[in-house]
């Protein structure tokens, strides 16, 4: 196989991995951490499609609130609410649970919590509310935000990956731990480029700087209540990056 073929091999499977889009099948057998170097590709096909929405909901007169509302329920659709369904699982785990072996029960648990419920809801209400201010500077920019923040919060994972231990011995959080320094250095170069590229490096670096602040905080909070990383803790990373990127950006826009 050539190294185009791969690499195009290896973004496939990271679609595979982090949504529930059409991506065909792989002929071949690739490890998932070849593919952890393309998290942020995938982060733009997510942004997107929900920047599409919002765009077109935005230029048919709908409120900025609603269509922030429908530009969030693509992004649920397209990826199968697997972030969120990581967020809610940590928060269950990590405030239910009384030690590590619990913890990790809770957080296999298919059911929801208390804990789960609000760390949904309080989740979906930062991220719409972000997307809804930020709206208010334009369609265009607006869009932009979307998809620079859906790139940004998953441009760190494959670097959780490779320095946190798996929590569990099975799971995606171990599948995926195979990743090797120069695969997370890409994905971090990949992210830093695209988001100079479209929302200026001074901005860029002050949301990227934000969002590793707090999921280096969460990574050292999980590492400390179950071990390490799992594909639920990844999943909350992402989506409190995310929220952390639309907070940054919301107050640079104000300001």
Request: proline share 3%; net charge positive; aromatic share 4%.
């Amino acid at each position: 196989m050539s190294a185009l073929r791969a690499r195009l091999a290896e973004v496939q499977l990271a679609v595979m991995l982090l949504t529930r889009l059409p991506a065909g099948r792989l002929n071949v057998a690739h490890p998932i951490g070849a593919a952890t170097w393309a998290f942020p590709i995938v982060g733009a096909l997510v942004g997107g499609l929900s920047a599409i929405v919002l765009t077109g909901a935005l230029a048919a007169g709908v409120p900025a609130s609603m269509a922030a509302g429908l530009a969030l329920i693509t992004s649920v659709l397209a990826t199968g609410g697997l972030h969120e369904d990581g967020l809610a699982d940590c928060a269950d785990g990590f405030g239910g649970g009384r030690d590590r072996a619990r913890k990790l029960e809770i957080m296999r648990d298919s059911r929801i919590g208390s804990y789960g419920a609000l760390a949904l809801v309080l989740g979906l209400g930062l991220r719409w509310q972000g997307l809804a201010n930020v709206s208010a500077n334009g369609e265009y920019f607006a869009a932009i935000a979307l998809i620079s923040l859906a790139i940004s919060s998953r441009a760190a994972l494959p670097l959780a990956l490779l320095w946190m231990p798996a929590a569990r011995a099975d799971g995606m959080g171990k599948s995926a731990a195979g990743t090797t320094p120069a695969r997370a250095a890409v994905a971090l170069a990949l992210s830093a480029v695209a988001m100079a590229a479209l929302i200026g490096p001074g901005a860029a670096a002050i949301i990227l700087i934000v969002q590793a602040g707090v999921q280096l905080g969460f990574g050292w909070i999980a590492t400390r209540q179950i071990g390490g990383q799992s594909g639920d803790v990844l999943g909350a990373m992402q989506q409190l990056a995310e929220i952390a990127g639309w907070c940054a950006l919301a107050t640079l826009s104000h300001g």
